[in-house]
């Protein structure tokens, strides 16, 4: 078991998900409708663990044998204190309507139209559907995608150098907290990936309000994802 900790003082948050919920097909060349939120933190913590340890085997108690052992997702969580937050607003001609971030988190989204709930999230096209995008075959819980922003010109906009962008693939959540009036934010999961991708990123934008994530076009296919790409 390996950890990652990330100081968040000088992070942005993304939490990408989709409005999109099960369709009767999964179409590869017209992938679902991505939207996304932000969250600048003043302070906090960003863990991500990785759960895939190898198996040692004793002979008559001396190490013997080592093997590999089962994969297993990563333990992802976020805590900290937030100093802005930025939200996609709903698809309907009201612009006080947003979504909130436990909707983005979730993939749960609030159906105005009939004041339920309705499933959304980005989905793992090999779990959800044939090679090359033909009738559903599950229906899973679906999921987001998290990445963070390790940009040092959140606090001195003049730095030239790079900074550091890491994606977190098919997050979910079974626990969330988030205290408005403190600012305060917890939310635990898993990845259902075995380790992150990260780059190096001279990062362009100095404010939440001109923050975006990356393309992603920019990050490598997930292996799994062979025969939808």
């Known amino acids: 078991m390996a950890q990652k900790r990330v100081d968040l003082r000088d992070a942005m948050l993304f939490v990408m998900t989709s409005v999109d919920g099960p369709t009767g097909y999964y179409d590869t060349k017209s992938p679902p409708t991505v939207i996304w939120g932000c969250v600048q933190f003043g302070e906090g913590n960003f863990t991500a663990t990785l759960n ?30 937030f100093t802005g937050l930025r939200l996609p607003p709903y698809p309907i001609n009201d612009p006080l309507m947003t979504y909130s971030l436990a909707e983005l988190i979730t993939g749960k989204l609030m159906d105005v139209s009939t004041y339920g709930t309705r499933l959304a999230g980005l989905p793992e096209p090999w779990l959800v559907a044939e090679p090359g995008g033909a009738t559903l075959t599950a229906c899973i819980p679906y999921c987001t995608w998290l ?66 994530p990356l393309d992603p076009a920019e990050w490598a296919y997930d292996p799994r994802d062979s025969n939808f790409v």
Not at 56 to 81: N, Q, T
Not at 148 to 177: M, W
């Open 52 to 81: 895939d340890a190898p198996e040692y085997m004793g002979d008559r108690g001396k190490l013997d044998d080592v093997r590999f052992g089962d994969e297993a997702p990563m333990d992802v969580s976020f805590e900290g204190k």
């Open 147 to 212: 990445e963070v922003h390790l940009n040092p010109k959140l606090s001195c906009p003049d730095l030239t150098i790079e900074g550091e962008a890491q994606l977190y693939q098919y997050f979910r959540a079974p626990s969330i907290n988030i205290d408005f009036d403190a600012g305060q934010i917890s939310v635990t999961g898993n990845a259902h990936i075995l380790v992150p991708q990260a780059q190096r990123v001279e990062f362009t934008y100095t404010n939440i309000a001109d923050a975006a």
